[in-house]
């Protein structure tokens, strides 16, 4: 009779360890897609910073009458750039990529596993003094993003809008 009363009033060892083993088992799920969506933002992240940096640079071409190039420095590094001087043509871009006489707005490296998949150093990606965007000889016309398992595609149009496709 006094064993009973004692039992009632609490868990065995045994009972105590499977719930433990349960949630270890569930937390380990938990962790695994933690990891998973950390990668996704990341890629995410990575796109979206491209796109604003490609509206950054139409823009800025817009406000100063002057060229801005974005340009890619391998497979996760591209900066973006202004032209120094106003254009008396300025729809005379001529070879933008590898012109000199630009400087440095910003210079913008990938997140870790995140790199460009269709892209090479050099392509580069300019817009006028209208907005209007025109792409180096060999520049693809969409930029994909990729962490290994995902991929982001960045489009710019030639009228200067920009799209993130998954």
């Known amino acids: 009779m006094l064993m009973n009363r004692a039992r009632a009033g609490g868990f065995s060892l045994i ?3 499977i719930v433990l083993a349960v949630l270890g088992v569930l937390l380990a799920i938990g962790a695994d897609r933690m990891a998973l969506l950390r990668r996704q933002l990341k890629l995410d992240q990575a796109a979206q910073m491209l796109a604003q940096d490609l509206q950054v640079c139409r823009n800025q071409s817009l406000a100063k009458s002057r060229i801005c190039r974005v340009t890619f ?3 996760r590094r591209f900066e973006v750039a202004l032209s120094g001087g106003a254009l008396s043509n300025p729809n005379a871009l ?5 012109a000199g006489g630009f400087y440095r ?5 990938l997140p870790p596993g ?7 150093a050099g392509d580069c990606v300019a817009f006028n ?3 209007f965007a025109f792409f180096g000889a060999t520049t693809p016309g969409q ?4 962490d290994g398992a995902h991929q982001r595609k ?8 920009v799209k993130v496709i998954p």
């Open 154 to 161: 960045v489009i710019p149009s030639i009228v200067g809008s």
């Open 94 to 98: 001529g070879d933008f990529c590898s």
């Open 15 to 17: 009972e105590m360890l």
């Open 114 to 120: 995140v790199r460009f998949t269709n892209t090479k």
């Open 143 to 146: 930029f994909v993003l990729s």
């Open 129 to 131: 003094t209208r907005g």
């Open 73 to 75: 420095l391998g497979d």
């Open 105 to 109: 707005l910003r210079l913008r490296e």
